[in-house]
């Protein structure tokens, strides 16, 4: 069965980078697009942007550009996502998560990553 | 970017009540809208894709309905269960955006 597998929670301090690990199992890694999205505390889901493990290409949201860096491992079954010049409103949850076997919805989804901000 | 706007914020509804959620797009998305469910502490659960196909294993209480620029969530005879955060997302371009959410509270 597919499972994505998220890295544990971090707590960071403003200016600092985080990385978070995404360990796909189940299925051909290289296959999908793994996608990231945060959700701040009480408040919705936001898409980060995705990864494709096949290539390396990326495609990040407009909000994050230069400050996210998605990069993957094949040899791990392993996607990345390190966020740079950290501050106290990137404090969310983080998920990674993959489209559905033959449609565009996310249809698998890691437990989340708990990053907090704070001096 | 496409902007998802989603109505109501919130409702209050009982047990056994038909409940719809509606979903905007900026601009026209075709059929590329999903439906996911979040509750409290958990990942969100797909329900609904390309507007109106049913994931597999989520209740057939659940449908979806529209195209273009207007969708729509229903759920037919509310359960316990279903009280819960509805979000709405399009995957016709990225970046792939989200709806704002929707809280279905118990009256």
């Known amino acids: 069965q597919v499972q994505l597998v998220q890295s544990g929670a971090e707590v960071k301090k403003p200016g600092a980078s985080v990385k978070v690990s995404c360990e796909a199992s189940g299925y051909t890694f290289t296959g999908y697009y793994v996608h990231w999205v945060r959700q701040a505390p009480g408040q919705g889901l936001e898409w980060m942007g995705w990864i494709d493990p096949s290539s390396g290409g990326t495609d990040y949201a407009q909000n994050f550009q230069g400050r996210v860096t998605m990069t993957r491992d094949t040899s791990l079954s392993t996607a990345y996502m390190e966020l740079s010049r950290l501050r106290s409103d990137d404090t969310a949850v983080y998920y990674c998560?993959?489209?559905?076997?033959?449609?565009?919805?996310?249809?698998?989804w890691g437990q989340g990553s708990l990053v907090t901000v704070s001096s | 970017d496409v902007q998802m706007t989603q109505s109501p914020s919130s409702l209050s509804a009982s047990i056994g009540d038909r409940v719809t959620i509606s979903c905007r797009a900026s601009q026209s998305i075709s059929k590329y809208l999903n439906w996911y469910q979040q509750k409290p502490g958990k990942a969100p659960k797909l329900l609904i894709y390309a507007t109106s196909s049913l994931q597999s294993g989520v209740p057939s209480r659940f449908s979806g309905s529209g195209s273009g620029t207007d969708f729509a969530l229903t759920i037919t005879s509310l359960q316990p269960e279903d009280f819960a955060t509805y979000y709405c997302q399009q995957s016709y371009i990225a970046p792939r955006t989200f709806g704002q959410g929707t809280k279905v509270e118990i009256k």
């Open positions: 998560a993959r489209d559905g076997p033959s449609y565009t919805a996310l249809t698998y």
